[in-house]
């Protein structure tokens, strides 16, 4: 074994040594026991240990704590350390507590009065090791002890630089756990003025914390952005050389830059004509900088220039109010398409397909359609495929939308299975949006299902049938283009679906031809009738019968088809009740009455056209780009319907169900009634919190104002939980920014563990995406996580902070039981420890004995019927599922009609438990009972 240096502890060297030589998990174990038994007879019994010695055994219970093995004792020798004016017995002493001690513990006061000691001292090394124990454990504990301190240690003129970096971080920290914990205020101006510090470590620790406190309260930091712009400004036009210290690679201060840009993309532009210009230098500096020649062929000096440029970038983006820089940020953009690496690539296309949505940008962003088309057909990585397909989504207009069809068409036969149906949909969308002449239209659409039909959605296929119908002009030549399709040998379920619909309708448009006469269209439909299921079965039944109508002289060979065993004694209900019926139809002898019946298709009134925007943007939440409507294209729209006279039918124009009936449907279909006519345009409004609810329901509406909707649906089985979070856009503008963040105190982090989806941070116009979240019980708790949201709508910034509908009852497990079971079991939880009871006044009659049924199966218990001597009493029973152990739940509610009072009782095994429960069905019992219980 090489020989130990210095303070190395060699006792601890030769522990590991003897732990990593083991040979078996029981030779570990065993030596493992031995060192626990010698050190807590050294603490027990050796009075006269000196700080190497409790720093040296100290050390070993930790390393034998992160092998996997609980640790019972050594915490107070831990503290006592911390008195210690070593700084390696400091060290070790505040490592121990970071690791093994957590918020709630017994220890904490005596472990807060150390580190105000520390804090105290005028030597920094120990302030620095208190500040980074405090972020390091992090609770609300911490955060009301040393709320107050850390924030004057920051802006303190005393305070020491490396000082100064250790509190912004520790004091972001805390704000994170607890945003009291900086005050409004006097506080403000000198945090922000930390962006002027000469030292670039604490600016750069400063920016992080500043960052946080813009998104919660943006008004009142406005004043960093004047600076943040003066900072940023003396980075970029410097010399590498200026910051020695803070330069990477060639790149001054590339995190600090980057945090800058950050912070910025909180606001809109600077209003102040200075600022803007001087912002405007710093990003053409950016810009400028990025057409120099590399100063390095190291990949970490391009990654950090890189890194500068993209976030400039997403600012120039942001911003959208320079067209010089747009376009000069395109160009920029447009060279990283050709490059070599793969993640500039799809860097680049995803920045391009933001830029495309900008009216200053779109012609520049267009120049690069053939090296987008290039990419798409000789990319290897599928992921910068797909963004190739939105970027070409995005830059389509009327000028250039033939020609990307086309292509996308193209690349659609041997495109990846993943993408199909997204770019299915974004077909659709561009051949309505920009057709000029409805045939063309009609041959993409058929053309799509007939290349993907197993991706074309019922949407799809609903909404070409819905413009054939509402435009004359084109219903002969859709009905001859369908049924020369439907000759193929293999022809898709769609096309049956869209063949059987047309014809239908207008097969008598082309029943003059003889390859095409009747009994050849009833013929060639029929012949598919066998492979197709019984849905499209039942819609060629449909079909025949408009036949009988449209063409008497074949109407005995579909008589025969109707009273065909398969169809009028099919096992289907379906089919054998059309078939049926359109038999009887069929044989009616009044000629007027079935031409009523069977009369063609009314034209659908236009805000009935299909969502396919909405459909895209739910196939991919935040990453749907809006293929931009410039002014030009909004006038000729106008125009084409003046000249035509017609409302509705007249264009082909995918109006979005905001526009169509006032932005403010129910966009997660949950049964929320409409806020009314439009969004007020700073979110404020009728505000719905739905979060009581919730304790006896599983899926619905959470949250609701007036520009944005949260749905909750919740599945839970033993102890996990999965929520999906429903975000809807109910307003014409997108969210920028958007960040929900899901988090949960320290107490309860203890007794659930999260994980959680990220999500993108543009959410448009109008669309509605999902966010999942993982939940494993623990231990019983009795908060919610919260959900902290943050976005800009319309330039102005909004905030929305609500708990998450997972409590311990979510994990409750309906248990069934007799009579004799159930009082056996009541009478063992007897203990007054176990038991919660609490007498209240109903508020509401009590004679709704089916409401309360209700809300008691809603909460997760299993109600036992005739078990209670009392029939009116309500008796339930669970098991409460957690990853240590199982918790039995028993409820007794008595009602006494008379007095109109209940008593509830709960026992169970954890008196935590019985009282949470007791608390929250007596609330819940009394709010009035008006939703449904999913």
Request: proline share 4%; charged share 20%.
């Amino acid at each position: 074994m090489p020989a130990v240096r210095g303070d190395g502890m060699r006792g601890l060297a030769v522990f590991i040594s003897d732990i990593r030589n083991c040979k078996s998990k029981e030779a570990e174990i065993k030596r493992i026991n031995k060192e626990l038994a010698n050190i807590r007879s050294k603490f027990k019994g050796d009075k006269t240990l000196d700080g190497y010695q409790k720093k040296k055994y100290v050390c070993k219970l930790l390393f034998i704590f992160l092998l996997g093995h609980d640790i019972d004792f050594g915490q107070i020798e831990a503290v006592n350390l911390l008195s210690s004016n070593k700084y390696t017995e400091k060290q070790i002493g505040y490592l121990f507590i970071s690791v093994l001690i957590s918020g709630n513990s017994e220890l904490i006061q005596l472990i807060v009065q150390s580190i105000k000691n520390d804090l105290a001292s005028r030597n920094p090394v120990h302030v620095s090791l208190a500040l980074q124990c405090i972020a390091n454990i992090g609770s609300k504990d911490m955060a009301e002890a040393f709320g107050q301190e850390i924030p004057k240690l920051l802006v303190s003129g005393d305070t020491l630089d490396v000082v100064k970096q250790s509190a912004a971080l520790c004091l972001l920290r805390l704000f994170r756990t607890d945003a009291s914990v900086i005050p409004s205020g006097e506080w403000t101006s000198r945090i922000v003025h930390l962006l002027n510090d000469q030292h670039m470590g604490v600016v750069t620790a400063a920016a992080s914390l500043i960052d946080a406190l813009v998104k919660k309260n943006p008004e009142e930091y406005k004043g960093c952005i004047s600076l943040a712009v003066s900072r940023l400004s003396r980075i970029v036009t410097s010399s590498y050389t200026d910051f020695q210290d803070y330069t990477y690679y060639f790149v001054p201060a590339p995190w600090l830059s980057v945090k800058l840009l950050r912070l910025l993309q909180n606001y809109p532009p600077p209003e102040d004509p200075g600022v803007r210009g001087r912002l405007s230098e710093c990003l053409e500096t950016i810009l400028n900088k990025a057409q120099e020649p590399p100063k390095s062929k190291k990949i970490q000096h391009s990654n950090a220039k890189n890194a500068v440029l993209f976030e400039a970038i997403s600012l120039i983006i942001h911003n959208d109010s320079e067209p010089n820089l747009l376009v000069r940020a395109c160009n920029q953009l447009g060279q990283f398409l050709s490059h070599r690496e793969t993640n500039l690539r799809y860097l680049a296309l995803e920045s391009m397909c933001i830029l495309a949505t900008s009216e200053f940008s779109h012609e520049a962003v267009k120049k690069h359609q053939e090296t987008v088309i290039n990419a798409l057909k000789t990319e290897r990585d599928v992921s910068v495929r797909q963004r190739a397909v939105d970027l070409l989504y995005a830059m389509c207009d009327k000028s250039n939308a033939e020609e990307i069809v086309l292509e996308m068409l193209a690349y659609l036969e041997t495109a990846d299975y993943s993408i199909r149906e997204e770019m299915v949909l974004k077909v659709a969308i561009l051949a309505e949006k920009y057709a000029t002449d409805y045939k063309w239209y009609v041959d993409v659409i058929l053309n799509l299902i007939r290349l993907a039909g197993d991706y074309v959605s019922e949407e799809v296929w609903y909404r070409v049938i819905q413009i054939v119908i509402n435009r004359d002009d084109v219903q002969g030549y859709a009905a001859k283009t369908v049924f020369e399709a439907l000759q193929a040998q293999a022809c898709h379920e769609n096309m049956v679906k869209v063949g059987g619909y047309i014809l239908g309708e207008f097969g008598n448009l082309i029943a003059g031809d003889a390859r095409s006469s009747p009994a050849v269209q009833l013929q060639l439909l029929h012949s598919k009738f066998h492979l197709c299921s019984s849905m499209t079965r039942a819609l060629l039944l449909s079909t025949y019968v408009k036949f009988v109508n449209l063409f008497p002289e074949i109407k005995s060979h579909i008589e025969e088809i109707f009273v065909a065993d398969s169809n009028l004694r099919s096992a289907d209900a379906e089919l054998q009740q059309r078939a049926s019926e359109y038999l009887a139809l069929s044989k009616l002898t009044s000629l007027d009455v079935l031409a009523t019946v069977l009369e063609e298709m009314p034209p659908f009134p236009e805000k009935e056209s299909s969502g396919l925007l909405n459909l895209l943007k739910k196939k991919r939440p935040g990453r749907v780009i809006e293929n931009p409507d410039r002014l030009d294209e909004h006038v000729a729209r106008k125009e084409h319907k003046e000249t035509n006279g017609t409302s509705g039918t007249s264009g082909l124009s995918l109006a979005s169900n905001q526009e169509q009936e006032g932005g403010s449907a129910d966009l997660l279909g949950l049964g929320v009634p409409s806020a009314g006519n439009g969004p007020s345009t700073n979110g404020s409004g009728t505000v719905t919190n739905n979060i009581q609810k919730f304790y006896c329901k599983n899926n619905g509406v959470l949250y609701e104002n007036d520009i944005v909707q949260i749905g909750v649906k919740t599945e839970c089985r033993s102890n996990l939980a999965r929520l999906a979070l429903f975000y809807g856009n109910k307003t014409n503008h997108p969210f920028m920014n958007f960040k929900p963040d899901v988090s949960a105190s320290p107490a309860l982090s203890m007794a659930i563990l999260l994980q959680v989806k990220q999500v993108d941070s543009t959410v448009e116009a109008g669309a509605q995406f999902q966010q999942m979240v993982n939940v494993e019980c623990v231990s019983d708790f009795d908060e919610q996580p919260d959900l902290n949201l943050t976005f800009f709508y319309n330039g102005a910034p909004q905030s929305i902070s609500i708990k998450l509908p997972i409590s311990i009852n979510k994990f409750i497990e309906p248990t069934e039981m007799n009579g004799e079971a159930f009082f056996s079991r009541w009478k063992n939880l007897s203990l007054p420890a176990q038991e919660s009871q609490k007498i209240f006044k109903a508020a509401h009659p009590m004679e709704n004995s089916d409401a309360t049924k209700t809300k008691l199966i809603g909460y997760g218990f299993q109600l036992l019927e005739n078990i209670d001597p009392n029939p009116d009493n309500y008796v339930c029973a669970g098991i409460i599922h957690t990853r240590s152990l199982q918790i039995g739940c028993l409820l007794r509610l008595e009602p006494n009609k008379q007095a109109q009072m209940y008593r509830l009782t709960t026992r169970s095994s954890v008196e935590a438990v019985s009282q949470h429960i007791t608390n929250v069905l007596c609330e819940t019992l009394n709010v009035p009972f008006n939703y449904q219980v999913e």
